[in-house]
């Protein structure tokens, strides 16, 4: 069975403080995603990888960047934390072709 | 701007009832369909997906319906139980496509 693990369940952080989000998947799959899930706004893609050392844009990428070193590692990080990036964050992974994209059980991020 | 529309917000049905949740998509390039389910705490899971050389497709009590030409699919829970309460999304993705696009997500209630 797939797995996709979320570092942390529930995250408190600071007004400008860096934050890592650590997201492993143990499927050897080549894609990787991050979505931030708000109420009412459904999931929004942040950023996606492709393969190791590559990496899209999503439809919101603006003060997140990613990392994807290996495989079957995926972060997301906040540059510079702002309250409204208080949300739920979701990685998801799938194998290259017509597959269904797994989803780990969420980080909560509260940014104070 | 959500790319998949999705209607109802929520919605409260009997046991034994037929929820139905609807969604609405404008690019034609659109050709997997999949739904995904949530339960609380947890991160969504593949529920059932459905291509558009097909208008229906089933599994168990779960019942995919497709109209190309209106550009819309839907949603329904044949015989629903109060396991089944949870949050549906509507996806959509192109064939060439890393990425879903996500529908707002509907919360169903089922009363015992």
């Known amino acids: 069975d797939v797995k996709v693990t979320q570092s942390s369940r529930y995250l408190v952080k600071r007004t400008g403080e860096k934050v890592f989000l650590e997201c492993v998947q143990d499927?050897?799959?080549?894609?990787m995603f991050w979505y931030r899930q708000d109420p009412g706004l459904g999931l929004r893609l942040i950023y996606f990888?492709?393969?190791?050392?590559?990496?899209e844009k999503g439809d919101i990428p603006e003060g997140y960047s990613v990392s994807r070193e290996k495989k079957e590692r995926f972060s997301l990080i906040l540059e510079s934390a702002s309250t409204n990036q208080t949300s739920m964050y979701l990685c998801?992974?799938?194998?290259?072709?017509?597959?269904?994209?797994?989803f780990g059980d969420g980080t909560r991020l509260s940014i104070l | 701007q959500q790319q998949v529309k999705q209607s109802p917000q929520s919605l409260i049905v009997q046991k034994g009832g037929i929820p139905i949740i609807n969604c609405a998509y404008e690019?034609?390039?659109?050709?997997?369909f999949p739904w995904y389910q949530q339960f609380p705490g947890k991160g969504p899971a593949l529920l059932i997906a459905?291509?558009?050389?097909?208008s229906e497709k089933k599994e168990g009590r779960f019942t995919i319906s497709f109209n190309k030409s209106a550009k819309q699919f839907s949603l329904h829970i044949m015989d629903s139980q109060p396991g089944d309460s949870a949050t549906y999304f509507c996806?959509?993705?192109?064939?060439?496509?890393?990425?879903?696009?996500f529908g707002a997500g509907t919360t169903v209630t089922v009363r015992a």
């Open positions: 990888s492709y393969d190791v050392k590559m990496k």
């Open positions: 996806a959509a993705r192109g064939s060439n496509d890393y990425k879903l696009s």
């Open positions: 499927m050897d799959h080549e894609n």
């Open positions: 690019n034609t390039a659109f050709d997997y």
């Open positions: 459905i291509r558009p050389d097909v």
């Open positions: 998801a992974s799938r194998r290259t072709g017509d597959q269904p994209q797994h």
